[in-house]
């Protein structure tokens, strides 16, 4: 940084002989077509430039004056001392030269968990180092596509050795973290679109409980409709994916403090957010974890007592009536004397209820 800073000082020095200051009063002047004043600031920046040029040149004659007596003298001070002031000198220019808005001197920092962009050579070794039968040396496995940044992480796309499947490198998830030295929860192999053997891995920049969540889209409306894709998760690459709950079931299970009470209290909110759906939420844990959901479930219980259980078991009755009414209105033609209807109506080409 010490050129920089001799350069800098040079600058500021030149500036100040010429009268820098001025020029754009100057340039002002001779563009308004104003040469009286034009002739009167040319004559200040003369006047300036000579009186500084007098300053300057004396103090240069008198260092230089005073440096040959001291030296005709034999009094010039030990060498350790020049080289002290050359070692004052630099550090004072790279002070000066030193970045804007930086310190000259940062602390050191040493990257433990981050150990850089992945490369496809590096990625190849350590598929190798898995190994697997059939994938014993790196010129074994192609590259389709080159490492590229996606979304916070980097995708490669490779093809297996003939008779390996991309499935078993998934299996394999945790050895193959280790043999890139980066955790688990950044590590994402899956399979690719050409084949079983085209491997896509995904590699983030940090594990996926620790990454920043991106906003939910229904923060912006809470438009909501059971029968359309609803955004409801985060993948590993932070892209939102959605699901169509008018037609699908599921059942919610995990160790504890996994996130399952959550993850059904954001399926009911959904819910809610639907006009026409009705909401029940039973709590038979009595935690009040589903409490939030009281203010618009149609019918909400807490607590796994007799009274509570009652009050559950009326409430279900009723929805299963509901539920059989509602087949009876969609397929009227499905069971009892209207089963003959329903062959007729084949036979002819209609489209049977689903």
């Not at 002070?95 to 808005?101: A, D, E, F, Q, T």
């Amino acid at each position: 940084m010490s050129p920089r800073g001799a350069g800098r000082i040079w600058l500021a020095l030149f500036g100040w002989l010429f009268d820098s200051e001025l020029r754009p009063l100057r340039l002002e002047a001779v563009v308004g077509s104003d040469p009286s004043m034009a002739l009167k600031l040319r004559k200040e920046r003369n006047d300036r430039i000579h009186r500084r040029l007098i300053v300057v040149g004396t103090l240069a004659g008198l260092a230089i004056l005073a440096g040959l007596v001291l030296r005709a003298l034999g009094m010039l001070p030990p060498a350790w001392v020049m080289w002290a002031a050359l070692a004052g000198v630099v550090l004072g220019l790279g002070y000066i030269g030193r970045p804007v808005g930086k310190k000259l001197v940062r602390p050191a920092t040493v990257l433990v968990n981050n150990p850089g962009p992945p490369t496809a050579p590096y990625v190849m070794r350590a598929l190798v180092n898995l190994r697997i039968g059939g994938m014993a040396k790196v010129e074994d496995i192609a590259l389709l596509f080159d490492v590229a940044r996606v979304g916070p992480g980097y995708q490669v796309d490779l093809e297996l050795p003939a008779g390996v499947p991309a499935s078993a490198i998934i299996e394999k998830r945790s050895e193959l973290s280790v043999a890139l030295r980066r955790e688990l929860g950044t590590v994402w192999p899956s399979v690719g679109k050409r084949h079983e053997g085209h491997l896509v891995l995904y590699v983030c920049d940090e594990p996926m409980n620790k990454a920043k969540q991106a906003k939910w889209p229904l923060l912006r409306d809470g438009a909501v409709n059971l029968f359309r894709p609803v955004p409801m998760f985060t993948d590993q690459r932070g892209r939102w994916v959605d699901l169509v709950l008018a037609y699908t079931s599921g059942v919610i299970g995990a160790v504890p403090r996994m996130g399952k009470t959550f993850t059904l209290r954001e399926l009911l909110l959904i819910a809610g957010l639907d006009p026409r759906a009705k909401v029940y939420a039973i709590d038979l844990k009595g935690t009040g974890d589903l409490s939030p959901t009281a203010l618009f479930a149609h019918f909400y219980s807490v607590g796994d007592e007799d009274e509570d259980v009652e009050k559950q078991l009326t409430a279900m009755r009723e929805l299963r009536e509901e539920m059989r009414r509602r087949a009876r209105v969609m397929c009227p033609f499905t069971g009892g004397p209207w089963g003959r209807g329903v062959t007729w109506l084949r036979v002819w080409g209609a489209r049977g209820c689903r």
